[in-house]
T-cell receptor
Framework: EAGVVQSPRYKIIEKKQPVAFWCNPI?????LYWYRQNLGQGPELLIRYENEEAVDDSQLPKDRFSAERLKGVDSTLKIQPAELGDSAVYLC??????????FGPGTRLTVT | GENVEQHPSTLSVQEGDSAVIKCTYSDSASNYFPWYKQELGKRPQLIID?????GEKKDQRIAVTLNKTAKHFSLHITETQPEDSAVYFC??????????FGSGTKLNVKP
């Protein structure tokens, strides 16, 4: 079974530039999470999807972050414009019956 | 919301010794507690989990215990090996709605 796929793996951009991350979940996994992980810390939830519906986006900085999950499968997370403090690893995770959560490899974002 | 605290932040053991990492949680509604191992530059990988209707679960050298009354759960690694060296995260969730992660424990197994 293929795991969660994310791209790109690394991204370096200048502040104020836009950036987008893509996630392809494990087949059949209806729940999709986007996390941000800062160095030396645990993942923090940004947004959770159940199929195509964003059911928890309370931690998403909506002034600059947006996300979508068209057709309840792939998802994209966008930052526009990026700030220095956005440098982190962005992890996508998915879950399905029997409800184990699996992480993708993450995108390491560096904002200069 | 839930608050998960994890201790210790770093742990150094000799190869062959046991390692124990502890987490506490605040929300009594939490019913699923996974543990993740994250090697440097890699994704968190689920190594073991426990649900609230179970007090203990074991998988070879790894075990997890849960005390619902005290709201704490622990990861036990026996006969540690150098390849066990990594950062370990605990987490808690209620019905997979939102996962709350601990701050991580950096385990170093010295050969």
């Amino acid at each position: 079974e293929a795991g969660v796929v994310q791209s790109p793996r690394y991204k370096i951009i200048e502040k104020k530039q836009p950036v987008a991350f893509w996630c392809n979940p494990i087949s059949g996994h209806n729940t999709l999470y986007w996390y941000r992980q800062n160095l030396g810390q645990g993942p923090e939830l940004l947004i959770r999807y159940e199929n195509e519906e964003a059911v928890d986006d309370s931690q998403l900085p909506k002034d600059r972050f947006s996300a979508e999950r068209l057709k309840g499968v792939d998802s994209t997370l966008k930052i526009q414009p990026a700030e220095l403090g956005d440098s982190a690893v962005y992890l996508c995770a998915t879950a399905g019956a029997p409800y184990e959560q699996y992480f993708g490899p993450g995108t390491r974002l560096t904002v200069t | 919301g839930e608050n998960v605290e994890q201790h210790p932040s770093t742990l150094s053991v000799q190869e062959g010794d046991s390692a124990v990492i502890k987490c506490t949680y605040s929300d009594s509604a939490s019913n699923y507690f996974p543990w993740y191992k994250q090697e440097l530059g890699k994704r968190p990988q689920l190594i073991i989990d426990i649900r609230s209707n179970v007090g203990e679960k074991k998988d070879q050298r790894i075990a997890v215990t849960l005390n619902k009354t005290a709201k704490h759960f622990s990861l036990h690694i026996t006969e540690t090996q150098p390849e066990d060296s990594a950062v370990y995260f605990c987490a808690a969730t209620t019905n997979f709605n939102k996962f709350y992660f601990g701050s991580g424990t950096k385990l170093n197994v010295k050969p």
